[in-house]
Each structure stands twice: as structure tokens, then as C-alpha cells.
């Protein structure tokens, strides 16, 4: 049904969310992050939804793909809302993060909810 409405309505970012959103919760993340380009570089959409996407983009991170998703984002650095979700995956893998101290404050936040949502994800596994 989600693949008519996006065929239907191709640029609709809310249902390209919502199918990157089902592909990441199948494990089809590297279909997901192609697709999340489709929503991420709305701004308006980001500004908007900022929660969800900052949802889906701690859950590609727990899933393993933080690189990627990093990557994603980075294509569209110049929206201040992507900020501290970019710099809490950079955080979260280890990388240098240069920016304004309110910015890192909720970086540290997104990584600390990727590895609090690692944990949940293992135990859901044992």
C-alpha cells in the first residue's frame, strides 16, 4: 500500500519517510537510507518532523548503519536542523565534533539514545 501512495504521490516526503521507516524495521537499511534522501532534503519536512526523523536516523545507527547515515546527511549539512542529529552520530562513532556547545549538548543526547537503543535491541534478541 505504501508503494502505491509513493508511486501516486513520488515526492511526498511523508510517505518516504514512512517507507524508510518500514525498510529499517525490516533490516533493509541500505534501501532506507537511499530512500531517507527522498525526505531529508525537504527542509521543510525536516523542520517539521524533527523528532521522527531524529527517530529514524538513531535507529539506522543501532542497526549498524551510522556511517551511512552520516553520509546520508551530510549531502545536506546546510539545514541547521540535521545538526546535532549529524554530530550525535559522529559523537557515537568516535569522531571529532567541532561546533556550538548547545549543538553538541544534544549530540551527546543522540548518541547516548543509540546505545541505550543498542541495549534494548539485544536484550530483545536474547
Same mark, same amino acid.
Given at each position: 500500500m505504501i508503494i502505491e501512495a509513493i508511486a501516486k504521490d513520488e515526492n511526498n516526503p511523508f510517505y518516504r519517510h514512512t517507507y524508510a521507516v518500514i525498510l529499517g524495521g525490516m533490516g533493509r537499511w541500505k534501501e532506507s537510507l537511499v530512500i531517507a534522501r527522498h525526505f531529508i532534503e525537504n527542509g521543510g519536512f525536516v523542520k517539521k518532523e524533527i523528532k521522527e526523523v531524529t527517530? &529514524?536516523?538513531? +535507529?539506522?545507527?543501532?542497526? #549498524?548503519?551510522?556511517?551511512?547515515?552520516?553520509?546520508? *546527511?551530510?549531502? &545536506? /549539512?546546510?539545514?541547521?536542523? *540535521?545538526?546535532?542529529?549529524?554530530? #550525535?552520530?559522529?559523537?557515537?562513532? #568516535? @569522531?571529532?565534533?567541532?561546533?556550538? /556547545?548547545?549543538? $553538541?549538548?544534544?549530540? %551527546?543526547?543522540?548518541? /547516548?539514545?543509540?546505545?541505550?537503543? $543498542?541495549?534494548? +535491541?539485544?536484550? #530483545? %534478541? @536474547?
Open positions: 527517530e &529514524y536516523f538513531i +535507529n539506522a545507527a543501532a542497526g #549498524g548503519y551510522a556511517d551511512e547515515a552520516i553520509t546520508a *546527511l551530510e549531502e &545536506y /549539512q546546510d539545514n541547521p536542523s *540535521l545538526e546535532p542529529i549529524i554530530a #550525535g552520530l559522529k559523537i557515537f562513532i #568516535g @569522531q571529532e565534533v567541532l561546533t556550538a /556547545q548547545e549543538i $553538541m549538548e544534544i549530540g %551527546h543526547d543522540v548518541a /547516548q539514545r543509540i546505545k541505550d537503543r $543498542m541495549s534494548r +535491541n539485544k536484550e #530483545g %534478541h @536474547q
